[in-house]
């Protein structure tokens, strides 16, 4: 009896419960509670926070990928093969990191996976490959062994049976070359296909198509100089890119962490994905935490920079913009801002579409599509795409907890750098600008905006900067897609 009761609840999920998948039951519960009962940005954090509760949970079929080709993740030499042809390939019953290299495994586990044992927690043969990368350290060798410290781990990504094996020990490999060929009967589970909307970079540029749709660039025409104030919020990004350097983060990594800054999820995501996509769960939750913070992180901000006389500066009422106006605007800003950066062509040039749909007048139809269904379905796929990457695992490091504090800072420097920003140009200008719009310079819209409207009128109730924000929170989001694509043009060659 006491054998069968052991078998059962081997068969069930309380087996495969660890503490990191409870303690990650507490942020899904945190973020379902700034969610919905605070309403901080409750159209993502729900996804976010439901697609974090199925990460850690011993869900079967929904999550893993299909089995397929598994490539060489470097150049380098095959030291190790560990399967042959026919060999089943059983992974771990709950997704987790593994090991990159073989001095990041404990030896006798690594005894085990080099004899095709099944070891608790990486399932059976999952170790494939052994590579030895073309940058390895010629001091890292393991006693009694022919390996070494850098040597890189290759695991199957899938269960299934190994139909081929297409390289033999010593023989040296390319990065991306075909190293085995898995098959199974199963398919990938839905979050897997949906996930490579994020991978492809899809889902950002769409929501950016949306976000066009629906903002009015007209305080911006109108009053073009408040450009210079989302830009200034930029410097948030960059201050953040050299503390993170400092934490000891990769230059790729300090650049992702950075654009948190910029209060821009969508961005935020595409910049991760490309430059640390380890980082991307800690980074999209930062970004879309602190974006719900607004109300509270920016006005002790506000108030510390600007005096009482300041904060009731009135500004002058703004012409009406024309159509034209701001056809002219999309087009002139599509080509320069790509001719310029050309990697944020896909963040701007949606944008910009998206924005034009909505000027012309003449596609209401597709209009209406790009401000409503449309990023709608891709805000549910967007969310609980980056939701489903917060695996205990992956998210519980002293790195996130870095990351979050990394990004407080870059929104409070982009916040005061805005405020700043604005005094300067009161000290050389004729023409006042009330500072608390500079705060709008981060590219939260239309929150930042409505904060400097809210923090205005408690210094005077008359006073209405709700259409004066507005002209440097959208220059804000422009600044961020371009500071983006500054990044990935530094960091990345033939992206």
Avoid at 75 to 100: C, Y
Avoid at 178 to 194: N, Q, T
Avoid at 258 to 271: C, E, H, K, M
Avoid at 416 to 442: D, E, H, R, T, W
């Amino acid at each position: 009896m006491a054998d069968l009761l052991q078998r059962l609840y081997e068969n069930t999920g309380f087996s495969h419960l660890d503490w990191r998948m409870l303690a990650m039951w507490v942020v899904v519960g945190v973020l379902l509670y700034l969610a919905v009962y605070r309403k901080f940005e409750p159209l993502l954090l729900v996804p976010i926070a439901f697609g974090a509760m199925l990460a850690n949970l011993p869900t079967e079929g929904i999550i893993n990928k299909p089995a397929s080709v598994l490539r060489s993740p470097v150049n380098g030499e095959v030291v190790f093969a560990v399967v042959q042809e026919g060999d089943p390939v059983r992974l771990n019953a709950v997704e987790r990191v593994m090991p990159t290299t073989v001095g990041d495994l404990d030896q006798e586990i690594l005894s085990r996976l080099l004899n095709g044992e099944a070891v608790e927690g990486f399932g059976a043969r999952s170790l494939l490959f052994i590579v030895r990368p073309d940058t390895t350290n010629e001091t890292d060798a393991i006693a009694q062994t022919s390996l070494r410290k850098s040597d890189i781990l290759v695991w199957a990504e899938a269960d299934g049976r190994v139909v081929s094996v297409d390289v033999a020990i010593g023989e040296r490999v390319f990065k991306g070359e075909p190293l085995a060929e898995l098959h199974s009967e199963h398919s990938g589970g839905l979050f897997h296909y949906i996930q490579l909307g994020v991978i492809l970079e899809i889902f950002p540029p769409l929501i950016f198509l949306g976000v066009g749709a629906l903002t009015d660039f007209g305080p911006l025409i109108a009053n073009p100089r408040v450009l210079l104030l989302g830009a200034a919020a930029q410097f948030g990004v960059f201050g953040t890119f050299i503390g993170a350097q400092l934490f000891g983060f990769s230059a790729q990594a300090s650049g992702a962490i950075g654009i948190i800054g910029g209060a821009d999820g969508p961005t935020s995501i595409f910049l991760a994905n490309s430059l640390a996509p380890e980082l991307l769960a800690p980074i999209a939750v930062s970004a879309y935490s602190y974006m719900a913070l607004v109300p509270v992180l920016q006005p002790p901000i506000m108030r510390l920079l600007t005096t009482e006389k300041e904060r009731r500066i009135r500004m002058k009422s703004l012409r009406p913009v024309s159509r034209i106006e701001k056809l002219i605007f999309a087009v002139i800003v599509t080509i320069t801002c790509v001719l310029l950066v050309p990697p944020a062509s896909p963040l701007i040039g949606m944008l910009m579409f998206g924005n034009f749909l909505r000027e012309c007048k003449v596609v209401d139809r597709l209009s209406k599509a790009a401000q409503n269904e449309l990023i709608n379905i891709i805000t549910i796929f967007l969310g609980s795409s980056v939701g489903i990457t917060m695996t205990g695992d992956r998210f519980l490091r002293a790195e996130t907890l870095g990351i979050m504090v990394l990004g407080v800072l870059a929104f409070c420097l982009a916040t005061g750098a805005g405020v700043i920003m604005a005094k300067v140009m009161n000290a050389v200008s004729k023409q006042k600008i009330n500072p608390l719009i500079g705060s709008a310079g981060v590219s939260a819209v239309p929150m930042a905006a409505r904060v400097s409207q809210v923090e205005g009128q408690k210094a005077d109730p008359g006073n209405f900067l709700l259409m004066h924000a507005m002209g440097p929170n959208v220059a804000g989001v422009i600044g961020t897609a371009l500071v983006a694509g500054f990044f990935l043009t530094v960091f990345t060659s033939g992206h």
